[in-house]
């Protein structure tokens, strides 16, 4: 066995045996050194924690000229509208002006906007969308080995309210019920993450080997080279020998899930679109979600809190939150339409809520929210207008701190997609430019991006 | 006429070469192992794999020394970071280039079965791909390397494919491949013990890299194989085909972006306020806008180069018609359109990208677009700024006393630790102020009539279009030329030996008449180019740090209205 | 961080940025419009006449709704029509509704359409060149207004249809679409007009003038306004390109007309053309080179209706849902047409077939590129 100055074994003897799926036991002599003293748990600065994506959906959207802050920065000036989600402000960024830019593309009222946001185009007709949405891209990425590839919820108890699709004709149906939602991922069928066998990944052992082909050419090129290169190609070597470590780690049995805990059945709570009845069902929801990513069931969500076009009413009222964008005068005095405007800052506080319920499960040196990237939009800006200019986005999470928190980026004059790019390169994605004709970016929000 | 400029293209260099008059002899410097740049990485792929592969990913951010990003791809090495970006980028593409839809396309076999593993075959496809990729044939050993682990995963994956992407995903990240490595050999002189020559393969890259900005080609590869360039008629013939390619676009495009510090667009934010017209589709088409003119000038109509700064040619598309106030009748595409003559617009100088770029946020800068001219186009040095400036005094009373750029600048002739830099930038930069922040024409700024007018080491001008002529006119311009295209071509400064090489080349681009692919002919054919000076085998002595770059970046305010002013990228004093 | 920096730098230096700012056109494209004979326009605004300072009151009160209308039918099939829509069928849904009118106005007998009778003050101009009254009787008598500013004889029979629709209101859904300027920012294509100089100089001369559809949209800055300058190309379908008609500047005012155009319309859920005919242009030129004013014509009423009830999102008919939102019937619309219409009498039944219209207008100079093969493409419906 060579014993190459990487400290690499010999790929050949690597291989042999544990490629086709067969699995890898814990004990290989030459991986002690990434054991602790005691050769059981993993030592602390090991496998990374798995980072999660989600989208949290609004409808109606708000009204701009109460809800963008003024100032921008880490010191923004908290708006009437956003006045909610002061207790979370700092581990949220709010992203405003952004825009789907239509480009002769007809603007079909409540879909271009949320759908030129999730795929990155407006829609060319009204049964098409220019590709699959955000988090469906994501999930291909990071989903694919988790029990759920993703978890869809919708607090107005409607399976048909979700964004989530890979092309129209397969939307990923949401879960109506709160009982249903954790009977689905707690009841039969739940493994314990904690005591599962563990099979390393088999791509992970062929990328690995690539690596280790490269090293064997190093003596025949420090031959070749001057004082000042050898260091420079020292310097290739050293980065590829801690990619080859990630790889290492990512063979081993990850750490327990600490934070993973079977939570108790909720109650079923009637589910429509009465405003309290979302709340609470959005809250339970919302705690069984939680406790689903601790648990590593799934690495993407997307919740609805109310649908396009939203249908939520005030107890004892049959008007809708749409129909009052649209035909609820504006007060004079007050300057907005104060019925429809109260469903906004519902929808601020719901969002608050969502968040501070992951925020409270503790999760490796902090909390699980560190370890996630939620998005929260809605598909028009003035709903009374049907407007998709300067549409409310808002993030919270760091993603295991690849996002700066905290701050209020303008983006007036900008297509959103600059926001999906930003999203999916936080989530590691290895893209580029994302979008369609006008709407094609390569610029992500370097504002958050750490 | 593009048939007409390359016979004369060709003909001038037989000419040259035919006369026997060579450079004075000289030998190059030291070797230089150079990284990749993106758009470098992209025609590798393209060369290699075709034009249908995607490659999604983010590069590592070049160096700029000198002034050139090509001196800094001597320096620069790999981080992590970037090696993971490297890394994943090449999985995507091999697994593309294995996949079903490509395969039968790009591999020059297929395998007996799909789900076995087939030597020969693997081998063949890891010789012929191997051997674009990394510039040179591979060892006996290499391929063996590669096709023993490919072949090994294909039988226990019952995947061939899945071999195969491993061994060209391991070729993608090679050092070799992401770098360009010289390698040399002895060929001493009695006077100059540790002269090298470059071998074959090693000069097939320098020349395609110069003039292509892209590997070399099957003819140009073979020919090094076969030893060939070792032969000065066939080192020239080999560059007068290379010249006369419509590669040299590429080449001569990667070589002004370069110069002109075009990667700077990527940062480039206005003020939304002050220009609502800009946005980054029209900061890419002005960049794209002044690359096209070159090319077609210098390449297509093989002009003098000095006419860059007169002419008023421009290629023209829609998003850029309101910026210089004329129509534009294509749709989307470029066509060619010629300025106006009422804005005393004309050549290189009144481009909107270069007001664009070396502007603040919500105003223009003479003084930026005084240092990028003097240091870019006339390779002067510009000293950074003092640290202890006090700005207060022009900011203030902007309505009434200080209307124009000219005015505000003015303060600066009145002290002495500022006039002597500004007397170098601001006259020059104060012809560009018809233009605003976004390249706009203008008469005017708060209400106050512009004046344009100054003086260019001795020539007067009146406005943007005259600084172009006495630009065109200036000994410097040339000269500079020369230096930096010979600095890219090699990758690092030019020694104290190679100064009479540079002298030589400066008279003989004057005599020929400016054109300048006939002086890439000369440069690439020089002995300079393709000899080299041994490396020192201990570590150098320690040398100061120079600053990456003089320029004067984009200034930022603190709170209290005083001006920091920021140096190179992004370190402030 | 720079924004942050960039927003500090306005603030405290706003008057050092140009005040040359891009939304006004170069001062190079003036000069050479001043010496050009021909010079382009694209629409920056257009709007319905919402008259703000003085809407005049509707004593009967505003028009009724499908919804109000039906709202005893609506109210025995609500829970039925949202358990089928929430479980998909959107046709059985729709199917349980009162006949929609909106498709086929005859569905239902005249319910009554409220119109404005009284005093507003509109814009507009006297088309006809009379002060009509409808006293005077005959099938297309109709009450002029008095303007704003002392002008008599207005001609606009369109706020007579609407003046008493909710959505036409100050503060209605028009009001506040007009507002945010939707009908220019988020249309599919752009209204162009060229003016050719024939005689005399550019502030005082006879022109001869055409209205164009665009090919395309507009092009917008960050702020969501018109880039000027812009080079725009025509429709190729010669249906939307109008006849010349002669105009005149005079003291800073552009007059002219009548001419009739055909101008597409693609916004939201609407994707159709407006027939105008013998329309007058009156606006005013200003300094910056960009003009402002009316269009004031006859629109064809059968393309009124047209235009009001044939709106979709893909294959569904928003007719009847967008005639709720805005406060009408189109039963009622569809009967009150008639009655309101002044002009074009059809020569066998005396029955006028258009009604005097007003749109408030501005534009900025661009350049207006004819395409290179125009076509003439068989008459949509």
């Known amino acids: 066995m060579k014993n190459s100055k990487s400290g690499g074994i010999n790929r050949r003897g690597f291989l042999r045996g544990t490629l086709g799926g067969a699995a890898v036991s814990v004990g290989l002599p030459f991986l002690d050194i990434f054991l602790n003293t005691n050769g059981n748990a993993m030592a602390a600065t090991g496998a990374p924690l798995p980072q999660r994506f989600g989208t949290w959906f609004f409808g109606c959207g708000m009204n701009p000229a109460r809800w963008n802050p003024s100032t921008e920065g880490i010191d923004w000036e908290l708006s009437p509208e956003l006045l909610p989600i002061a207790p979370m402000r700092h581990r949220m960024n709010i992203l405003s002006g952004y825009s789907v830019l239509l480009d002769g593309e007809a603007n079909q009222v409540h879909r271009t906007g949320v759908f030129g946001a999730l795929c990155g185009g407006a829609p060319k007709t009204a049964d098409t969308v220019t590709g699959p949405t955000l988090d469906v891209l994501i999930s291909d990425a990071i989903g694919t080995r988790t029990r759920f590839r993703s978890l869809e919820m919708a607090a107005t108890g409607n399976p048909r309210h979700s964004n989530s699709l890979r092309d129209v004709s397969s939307v990923n149906p949401a879960e109506p019920s709160a009982l249903g939602f954790y009977t689905r991922i707690f009841g039969p069928g739940f493994s314990d993450p904690n005591a599962k066998d563990f099979s390393p990944d088999p791509s992970v052992l062929l990328r690995k080997s690539a690596l280790s082909i490269v090293t064997e050419d190093r003596k025949r090129l420090e031959r070749q080279l001057g004082y000042s290169d050898r260091a420079r190609l020292d310097q290739y070597f050293t980065a590829l020998r801690q990619l080859e470590q990630q790889l290492e780690l990512q063979l081993l049995q990850p750490p327990p899930l600490q934070a993973c805990s079977t939570p108790q059945a909720p109650v079923d709570l009637p589910h429509d679109t009465e405003i309290d009845n979302v709340m609470a069902n959005h809250g339970l929801m919302a705690q069984t979600l939680a406790l689903a990513l601790a648990c590593d069931q799934t690495r993407v969500f997307n919740m609805q809190f109310s649908d396009r076009a939203s249908s939520l009413r005030m107890p004892g009222s049959t008007d809708t939150h749409h129909t009052l964008t649209h035909e609820e005068p504006r007060d004079t005095v007050l300057g907005y339409q104060p019925n429809a405007t109260a469903f906004v800052l519902k929808s601020m506080e719901a969002w608050t809520q969502f968040c501070q319920t992951l925020d409270a499960v503790p999760e490796g040196e902090g909390t699980l929210l560190d370890n996630c990237l939620v998005m929260a939009h809605s598909e028009t800006s003035e709903a009374n207008t049907h407007s998709i200019v300067g549409m409310p986005f808002m993030t919270a999470g760091t993603a295991g701190g690849r996002l700066r928190t905290g701050l209020h980026v303008s983006g007036v004059g900008e297509s959103a997609s600059r926001v999906g790019l930003t999203m999916q390169q936080a989530m590691g994605l290895n893209v580029g430019q994302w979008g369609a004709d006008q709407n094609q970016t390569d610029r992500p929000i370097s504002d958050i991006l750490v | ?512 008449g400016y054109h300048v692919p006939a002086l890439m002919s000369d440069i690439a054919t020089s002995e300079a180019f393709r000899t080299a000076t041994a490396p020192s085998p201990q570590a150098p002595k320690a040398q100061t740090v120079k600053p990456q770059t003089t320029y004067i970046d984009r200034t930022e305010f603190d709170d209290k209205t005083q001006l920091t002013l920021i140096v190179g990228k992004g370190q402030s004093i | 961080m720079k924004i942050l920096i960039t927003t500090v730098l306005l603030i405290l230096l706003g008057a050092c940025g140009d005040k040359s700012a ?175 100089l024939v005689e005399g100089t550019r502030d005082k001369g006879i022109v001869e003038a055409q209205l164009f559809t665009s090919a395309g949209p507009i092009t917008k800055d960050a702020n969501g306004q018109v880039v000027p300058d812009m080079s725009q190309l025509v429709h190729a ?145």
């Open chain 3, 237 to 381: 379908d010669t249906m939307f390109h109008s006849a010349a008609f002669r105009g005149e500047i005079k003291d800073g005012i552009f007059t002219a007309g009548p001419v009739d155009a055909k101008l597409k319309f693609k916004v939201q859920a609407i994707d159709n053309y407006y027939w105008f005919r013998d329309l007058q242009i009156r606006a005013e030129m200003l300094a910056d080179g960009s003009m402002k004013g009316v269009l004031a014509g006859y629109w064809d009423i059968k393309n009124t209706f047209n235009f009001l009830t044939e709106v979709y999102i893909g294959p569904v008919h928003l007719g009847r849902a967008a005639a709720n939102n805005i406060g009408y019937q189109c039963a009622g619309i569809y009967h009150a047409l008639p009655r309101v219409a002044d002009g074009h009498p059809d020569p066998e039944t005396g029955q006028c077939t258009s009604m005097s219209t007003v749109i408030r207008f501005a534009a900025v100079p661009a350049f207006i590129i004819m395409p290179e093969t125009s076509m003439q493409v068989a008459q949509k419906k």
């Open chain 3, 22 to 196: 891009s939304v006004a056109p170069t001062d190079a494209v003036m000069a050479a419009a001043a010496e050009d004979q021909v010079r382009g326009f694209v629409f920056t605004e257009w709007s319905y006449d919402i008259a703000k300072e003085n809407p005049g009151e509707c004593p009967e009160g505003m028009n009724i709704t499908d919804e109000d209308f039906f709202s005893e039918e609506y109210a025995e099939v609500r829970d039925e029509v949202k358990r089928r829509f929430d479980a998909g069928d959107r046709e059985g849904a729709l199917g349980l509704l009162p006949a929609d009118a909106c498709k086929d106005p005859l569905a239902w007998p005249d319910p009554g359409h409220i119109l404005f009778e009284g005093d507003a003050s509109v814009a507009g101009l006297d088309l006809d060149g009379e002060n009509t009254l409808a006293s005077a009787g005959g099938q297309c008598a109709h009450n002029d207004f008095n303007g704003a500013n002392g002008k008599t004889g207005i001609d606009n029979q369109h706020y007579r249809l609407m003046g008493c629709v909710k959505g036409y209101r100050p503060d209605g859904l028009f009001d506040r679409l007009f507002d945010s300027n939707n009908s220019i920012l988020e249309n599919g294509y752009a209204t162009l007009l060229e003016i050719k």
């Open chain 2, 1 to 512: 006429m593009r048939y007409m400029s390359r016979i004369l293209i060709g003909g001038s260099i037989l000419l040259l070469v035919g006369c026997g008059s060579a450079d004075p002899s000289a030998t190059g410097g030291p070797l230089a192992m150079r990284r990749l740049t993106g758009e470098q990485y992209r025609n590798a792929i393209e060369d290699a794999f075709g034009s249908q592969i995607e490659v999604a990913g983010r590069f590592e951010p070049d160096n700029r020394q000198e002034g050139l990003n090509a001196l800094g791809a001597s320096r620069v090495a790999v981080t992590r970071s970037g090696f993971e970006q490297y890394e994943a980028m090449a999985r995507s593409i091999a697994a593309q280039v294995t996949s079903v839809e490509l395969r039968a396309d790009i591999l020059p076999c297929q395998p007996r079965s799909a789900t076995a593993p087939d030597d020969a075959c693997m081998t063949q496809t890891i010789k012929e791909l191997g051997r674009t990729l990394l510039r040179r044939p591979l060892s006996q050993e290499d391929i063996q390397l590669r096709a023993e682990v490919a072949s090994r995963v294909a039988e226990e994956q019952q995947d061939y494919y899945a071999g195969l992407q491993l061994a060209l995903a391991s070729l993608m990240v090679a050092p070799d491949f992401l770098f360009r490595v010289e390698v040399a050999e002895p060929a001493p002189l009695p006077d100059e013990p540790s002269r090298l020559q470059l071998t074959n393969l090693s000069l097939a890259s320098k020349l395609s890299y110069f003039l292509w900005n892209r590997g070399p080609d099957e003819i140009l590869l073979a020919a090094a194989e076969r030893g060939e360039l070792a032969q000065p008629e066939a080192l020239a013939r080999q560059v007068q085909r290379m010249v006369s390619s419509e590669h040299l676009a590429s080449g001569i495009r990667a070589f002004f972006e370069d110069v002109f510090v075009f990667d700077q667009f990527e940062e480039l934010s206005k003020d939304v306020t002050q220009y609502p017209l800009f946005n980054s589709r029209m900061a890419a088409d002005a960049r794209e806008q002044t690359l096209r003119f070159v090319v077609d000038q210098l390449v297509t109509q093989n002009a003098d180069y000095r006419s860059l700064f007169t002419s008023n040619e421009l290629p023209m598309t829609r998003s850029l018609g309101p910026i210089y106030g004329i129509p534009v009748r294509a749709v989307d595409g470029w066509e060619n359109a010629t300025l106006p003559a009422n804005q005393s617009r004309s050549g290189l100088l009144s481009h909107a990208s270069f007001s664009m770029l070396h502007s603040h946020p919500g105003r223009s800068s003479p003084t930026l677009r005084g240092v990028f001219m003097r240091e870019a186009l006339l390779c002067q040095t510009v000293p950074e700024a003092p640290a202890d400036i006090d700005f207060t005094q022009f900011t203030q009373d902007v309505a009434t006393v200080h209307k124009t750029a000219r005015d505000r600048l003015a303060v600066h002739a009145t002290q002495a630790s500022c006039r002597k830099c500004h007397a170098l930038t601001d006259p020059i930069g104060l012809a560009l102020e018809s233009f605003d922040g976004i390249g706009k024409f203008r008469l005017s700024e708060n209400e106050s009539t512009i004046d344009t007018s100054g003086n260019f080491d001795g020539a007067t001008f009146s406005n943007a279009a005259e600084l172009g002529q006495a630009f065109s006119e200036s000994p410097l311009v040339s000269a500079c030329l020369v230096e930096n295209l010979y600095r890219y071509a090699v990758g690092r400064k030019q020694t104290n030996g190679e100064r009479r090489l540079l002298r030589y080349l400066e008279d003989t681009f004057a005599q020929q």
